[in-house]
């Protein structure tokens, strides 16, 4: 029996509502799999920890879940702490101090899920963004002089170094490699921004000579963003910076069906540290406490972590289950035109776990 350490952060809003769900699929996929055990050990970090002791998680956060195979992570975020303070204090912290370097986010049109796409059908859109999660935008560099005066200055500097550029690139190659159709872009602006960019683009040309079986392109971002609506059928893997690809993937989530429908992980390739699985959709608190946030993107979320910690018949399992959901049709919550609930749709797919497992 295999066993994997398994740290499940919760955070804030919705994300306490999914993440139950996330856990009652992964360890439905456990149990009928029969290979395999997720030990979870549940932290209580967030917005309410910040309110109760002024810091998003402990000093010593880091060192404690160094120790684990994985994070789960559920959302972060809450109307009474700065966003700048929730992000860096608790996400962004965890990114950077484990040197989770590739962001990959799928964006996959389900059967049964509408697009708000006329006509597009879901073998037309299933497309991985690969995103550089360390520096590039979110870097953190900058600072702000004569605060509140009327000549205040506030200075964002986005940082590109080579080896973070040539990392990431050279993922998504390997990543393109795998795919059927192993094309990739490459989303630049070196025409406006012609120091960073043009690093990225002149480290995308060299690497590509080493992998002569992938179909690249370089596309501007602006272009870029309306070829995602109006051929993503074109699209197959995308790697980006940082605030780029931040910007494509919530496009990318919307012709899907929605920010509850978008997946994505946070890896430390070299698995020197723990690599961070997350629903995209953030906190929600609009939506908060009325039992009706989509819980299918942190669902799919476990898959990608199961995924990378090797159990991909598991992962498998769980992908099968959310497409057999979403393709009944009865079990949707309404941001995809249904009327279940949360915990409906958990139960909904947990059972499907069990039912495919129990058929085959």
């Known amino acids: 029996m295999r066993y994997y350490r398994i740290a499940v952060i919760a955070g804030d809003g919705i994300g306490q509502e999914v993440m139950p769900e996330g856990l009652k699929v992964l360890n439905a ?12 050990d549940v932290f209580p970090w967030g917005c309410d920890y910040y309110a109760a002791h002024a810091a998003m998680m402990p000093g010593d956060a880091l060192q404690t879940l160094a120790q684990y195979d994985a994070l789960y992570f559920g959302a972060v975020g809450w109307p009474s702490v700065p966003d700048h303070i929730s992000l860096w204090g608790l996400r962004l912290a965890i990114c950077q101090g484990f040197d989770q370097y590739a962001n990959i986010r799928p964006s996959v049109l389900l059967p049964g899920v509408r697009s708000p796409l006329a006509d597009r059908r879901p073998a037309e859109i299933d497309f991985v963004v690969v995103r550089e999660n360390t520096e590039g935008e979110y870097a953190g560099a900058g600072g702000r002089a004569h605060r509140g005066l009327p000549g205040e200055i506030a200075v964002e500097t986005a940082i590109f170094s080579r080896p973070a550029v040539e990392r990431v690139i050279r993922f998504a190659f390997e990543l393109a490699r795998t795919r059927p159709r192993k094309k990739l872009i490459s989303a630049t602006k070196s025409n406006a921004q012609r120091h960073a960019m043009t690093l990225w683009d002149e480290v995308f040309d060299r690497i590509a000579i080493a992998y002569p079986d992938v179909t690249t392109e370089r596309v501007l971002v602006d272009a870029l963003a309306a070829r995602f609506v109006l051929r993503p059928e074109t699209l197959d893997v995308v790697v980006a910076s940082n605030l780029f690809a931040d910007i494509l993937t919530d496009l990318g989530a919307a012709i899907v069906g929605g ?9 430390n390739p070299d698995r020197s540290y723990p690599s961070m699985f997350e629903p995209v959709h953030g906190s929600a608190p609009d939506i908060f406490g009325q039992g009706i946030a989509n819980p299918l993107a942190m669902i799919w ?6 995924d990378f910690l090797g159990e991909r018949e ?6 099968t289950a959310i497409v057999g959901v979403t393709t009944e049709g009865r079990a949707l919550t309404p941001d995809l035109g249904g009327r279940a609930t949360t915990v409906e749709v958990g139960d909904a797919v947990a059972a499907s776990v069990r039912a495919i497992k129990t058929a085959a």
């Open 301 to 306: 979320s476990g898959a990608l972590m199961l």
């Open 259 to 267: 920010l509850g429908m978008a997946p994505s992980g946070n890896l």
């Open 314 to 319: 598991a992962a498998r399992l769980i992908e």
């Open 29 to 40: 996929a456990a149990e009928v799999s029969g290979g395999f055990r997720l030990v979870c």
